[in-house]
C-alpha cells in the first residue's frame, strides 16, 4: 500500500527550479525513498532513489529531511519536457517487495 | 539504464477474445517482473508479481484466471487477458527489477499497451 503524500498538482515556470514535496511519516528505517515520473501514456521513468542521505544524479537532486519523514525532488532547471506525473515510492529495497504507486504529483511546467 | 520491451504498444480485440502482451529484458536479466494496470488519470495498480520459473503472486482483487501470467524465462514475462470484455480496457504496464547492488536496486518499465475491447 502506497505509505506516502503528495501534493495532486504543481506548477512551475520553465527554467526554474521545481520542488516536489512527498510526506512519509511513516517510513521504516529500512525503506528507501524513490522517485518516478510518468509522462502520458508512456511507463514510468525511474529518476532517483535514497535512503537518508541527499543524492543527486544528471536527472534530479533528493533531499531528505534528517528525521527522514519527508522528502523533496528537485529538478533544477525545468524544461517544458519535464511535465508529467511524478511518483513518491518508500519501499525495502532488496528484497523483491512490490513497488505500490500513489497518487503522484502532476507538475506542469509553464512556459 | 536497462531496456524493458513491452509489446504491442495498442490492441483492439472484439469481446471474448484473449489478448497476450509481452515484456522482455533486452540488456539485463530479470528474476522478477510486475505488471500494472492504469484507467484514465488514475495512478498505476500493481495486478501481480511474476518470478521466474514459479507462479505468479496475484495482488488481492485481481483475478488469476483472467490475467494469467507465464515468466518462462529470465528475459521474458506474458500476461494474457482472457475473455477480454470492455470493461478490462485499460492501460497495461510491465516492468522488471533490476538488482545491482544493495543499494541500488530499480524498478524500469516498458512503454505500456492500450488495450481497448469492443
Not at chain 1, 9 to 38: F, K
Not at chain 1, 67 to 95: E, F, G, M, Q
Request: charged share 15%; hydrophobic share 35%; net charge neutral.
Amino acid at each position: 500500500d502506497a505509505k506516502t503524500t503528495q501534493p495532486p498538482s504543481m506548477d512551475c515556470a520553465e527554467g526554474r527550479a521545481a520542488n516536489l514535496p512527498c510526506n512519509h511519516s511513516t517510513i521504516s528505517g529500512n525503506e528507501y525513498v524513490y522517485w518516478y515520473r510518468q509522462i502520458h501514456s508512456q511507463g514510468p521513468q525511474y529518476i532517483i532513489h535514497g535512503l537518508k542521505n541527499n543524492e543527486t544524479n544528471e536527472m534530479a537532486s533528493l533531499i531528505i529531511t534528517e528525521d527522514r519523514k519527508s522528502s523533496t525532488l528537485i529538478l533544477p532547471h525545468a524544461t517544458l519536457r519535464d511535465t508529467a506525473v511524478y511518483y513518491c515510492i518508500v519501499r525495502v529495497a532488496n528484497t523483491g517487495n512490490q513497488f505500490y504507486f500513489g497518487t503522484g504529483t502532476s507538475l506542469t511546467v509553464i512556459p | 539504464g536497462a531496456v524493458v520491451s513491452q509489446h504491442p504498444s495498442w490492441v483492439i480485440c472484439k469481446s471474448g477474445t484473449s489478448v497476450k502482451i509481452e515484456c522482455r529484458s533486452l540488456d539485463f536479466q530479470a528474476t522478477t517482473m510486475f505488471w500494472y494496470r492504469q484507467f484514465p488519470k488514475q495512478s498505476l495498480m500493481l495486478m501481480a508479481t511474476s518470478n521466474e520459473g514459479s507462479k505468479a503472486t496475484y495482488e488481492q482483487g485481481v483475478e488469476k484466471d483472467k490475467f494469467l501470467i507465464n515468466h518462462a524465462s529470465l528475459t521474458l514475462s506474458t500476461l494474457t487477458v482472457t475473455s477480454a470484455h470492455p470493461e478490462d480496457s485499460s492501460f497495461y504496464i510491465c516492468s522488471a527489477r533490476v538488482d545491482r547492488g544493495l543499494t541500488n536496486e530499480k524498478l524500469f518499465f516498458g512503454s505500456g499497451t492500450q488495450l481497448s475491447v469492443l
